[in-house]
């Protein structure tokens, strides 16, 4: 690593930075710049968005074996359920506050709710439930019991949603929604993509923090 990504690193630590202002200040071109954003990001250190770069996020919560659930996830949960509560299918991707709400659907009676899935703690959690579950093929990542890859991705074409909830590493409110994992971010960009081509009107919902702050979600720009 550089000088100068040490700088960015730092930079980072204060917030977003942006690329023109950044570039500048270094003395710099910004084909430079974005030449050691990509080599950062690329390591798993920052975040490349719109016009700059946000720091990598830490995972912000443990994807190894059962979630431990704390009362702010579970009133994230809730608060969704009321939000889109009733559909008839949703695609539910990974992370604690999708479990949330996975382990939430599987105390209801919906015996006409159809859930698409690709994590393994949250079909779990859904088996025997009410619901019917249809779980993606695909690679299991090293990291975490969740399905991403080519076969996940060609899977989850087939199907068309109400919903696409979804949790996320990171939000800014000009900018989206972001995630540090790639596989995930080509799955569930791929769920997005079916359903714009959908005849019928699809909606997508962020399950992060959002809910609790009470910001708009955007509905179209999801992890990516």
Known sequence: MNDRQKRILENLQRGRIDLKTTAAAF??????LRRD??????????????GGAIAAPVRYEPERGPFPLNDVK????????????????????????????????????LPELSIIINSLPAASTLFRSASRVILLGGELRSDSLDLIGPVAEKNIEEYRVDYLV?????????????????????????????RKKSRSP????NSAEDLLCGLPVPRTSICW
């Open 27 to 32: 003395g710099v071109t910004e084909m430079t």
């Open 37 to 50: 954003f990509r080599e950062l990001e690329a390591r798993r250190l920052l975040v490349q968005v719109r």
């Open 74 to 109: 579970r009133r994230i949960a809730e608060a969704l359920y009321r939000r889109i509560m009733p559909c008839r299918s949703i695609f539910l991707g990974a992370g604690s506050t999708s479990f949330a709400f996975a382990k939430l659907i599987a105390g209801k009676h």
């Open 166 to 194: 979804s949790g996320c590493d990171g939000a800014l409110i000009e900018d989206g929604f972001y995630t540090s994992d790639i596989g995930l971010c080509h799955l569930e960009k791929n769920q997005s993509r079916s």
């Open 202 to 205: 699809r909606k997508a919902e």
